[in-house]
């Protein structure tokens, strides 16, 4: 069975950075495309990054380019997500995806973990 | 980028009801449309792929179609379990993007 496991939120101040971390088991986490999907509170959902089975091809949405940054440990099946530069408007629960194929569907989702940013 | 719009933002219905909730691309997707359901403090869980391919395990009242840039997802009979929030997904570009959601509430 699928499991997908986010760690590493938590309450940040504006500007500041946190690591967000998943760890995957039950599938060949080197076969599969990863990515990250968030959700500010009470709205609706929003594609943030995703990544090749190798990491060689990154994709992000504009509004998160130059800020966050999207790797994966496949020894160890981990995805990780690197916030910076937090703004207010990054408030949400993110949740870890496993990508279905080479396009964008999202068949596994996590429990997601909560960044909450503000001063 | 790919707008998806939904409508009704909200559907108020009973158990049994048949419901139909639309997904509108801004540009053609075809079949590159997917179909997630979320229950409050859940995560979504994906419903249909490839505009009206059925997930494992999804009951069959669950049905979806179209093309293009105009999609549809109907629930047959609506069942107790059925009352969430659903989303269209485009999956049709390097970019992802969601449709602002469809509230199905009890009547």
């Known amino acids: 069975e699928v499991h997908l496991v986010e760690s590493g939120g938590g309450l940040v101040q504006p500007g500041g950075s946190l690591r967000l971390s998943c760890a995957a088991s039950?599938?060949?986490?080197?076969?599969?495309?990863m990515g990250w999907v968030r959700q500010a509170p009470g709205k609706g959902l929003e594609w943030v990054a995703s990544?090749?089975?190798?990491?060689?091809?990154?994709y992000y949405v504009d509004s998160v380019k130059g800020r966050f940054t999207i790797s994966r440990d496949n020894a160890n099946n981990l995805l990780h997500l690197e916030v910076n530069s937090l703004r207010v408007e990054d408030t949400a629960v993110y949740y870890c995806v496993r990508v279905r194929g080479i396009v964008l569907l999202f068949d596994y989702w996590g429990q997601g973990t909560l960044v909450t940013v503000s001063s | 980028d790919i707008q998806m719009t939904q409508s009704p933002s909200t559907l108020s219905a009973s158990v049994g009801d048949r419901v139909t909730i639309t997904c509108r691309a801004s540009?053609?997707?075809?079949?590159?449309l997917a179909w997630y359901q979320q229950k409050p403090g859940k995560a979504p869980r994906l419903l249909i792929h490839?505009?009206?391919t059925l997930q494992s395990g999804v009951p069959s009242r669950f049905a979806a179609s179209g093309s293009g840039t105009e999609f549809t997802l109907t629930i047959s009979s609506l069942q107790a379990d059925d009352f969430a929030t659903y989303y269209c997904q485009q999956y049709s570009s390097s970019s992802a993007t969601f449709g602002q959601g469809t509230k199905v509430e009890i009547k």
């Open positions: 039950g599938f060949t986490f080197s076969g599969f495309w």
């Open positions: 540009q053609s997707i075809s079949p590159w």
């Open positions: 490839k505009a009206s």
């Open positions: 990544m090749k089975l190798d990491g060689g091809d990154k």
